[in-house]
């Protein structure tokens, strides 16, 4: 079905093209996100990655999804990126106002502690940890959009999830008697 939206809109039908721009947007626009830190990256590189689509990148359905295609070229063009400029980190909180602003807080705390924590890993294993945790992707599909063997995703995914055990111990650890909310 997308193979045949992509085909309508490289011919001009713009309500193929906004189909499949709505079906995968917020996916690939997460992802970027994540391996970037910054919205205003993450938007440059969707709106990249969906010229690229109808442009130039040669797709074809034998070989994966639309998905995976569009997140292997979201990956090369935040990995272009990093190479071409310093990163913009941007902090996004887009969680409402709660009844209990302590609890707020930690969460918070946590999640920041999660986020530094994802961001600090190697890149291959944060790629990976990203597409498989975050995204939800099978090791297959992870493997074709990285260009590696199911095998090194598995590696990078145990040592990425070794490597979080570890900076996130005191998060993980139980908390003393009536100190825990």
């Known amino acids: 079905m997308d193979a045949d939206l992509l085909a309508r809109a490289k011919l001009g039908d713009e309500a193929a093209f906004l189909t499949l721009y709505r079906r995968h947007r917020t996916p690939a626009f997460r992802f970027a996100y994540r391996l970037t830190a910054s919205s ?20 074809d ?14 990956r090369h063009l935040a990995r272009k990126r990093s190479r071409l400029m310093d990163r913009e ?3 996004v909180d887009d969680s409402p106002a709660g009844l209990d602003p302590l ?9 920041g502690m999660v986020e530094s924590a994802v961001a600090a890993l190697p890149l291959l294993q944060r790629e990976a940890l990203i597409l498989f945790e975050y995204e939800e992707l099978s090791m297959e599909e992870i493997a074709a959009i990285t260009g590696a063997d199911v095998g090194a995703v598995k590696a990078r995914l145990f040592r990425a999830r070794g490597s979080l055990r570890r900076r996130l111990a005191p998060l993980l650890a139980p908390c003393p008697e009536g100190s825990c909310g």
């Open 61 to 74: 359905s034998r070989q994966g999804s639309l998905r995976t295609y569009l997140f292997g070229i979201v």
């Open 103 to 111: 609890r707020d807080l930690i969460e918070r705390e946590r999640a």
């Open 40 to 59: 205003a990256a993450a938007d440059d590189i969707v709106q990249e990655c969906f010229l690229a689509l109808l442009s130039r990148a040669a797709f």
């Open 89 to 91: 980190a941007e902090e």
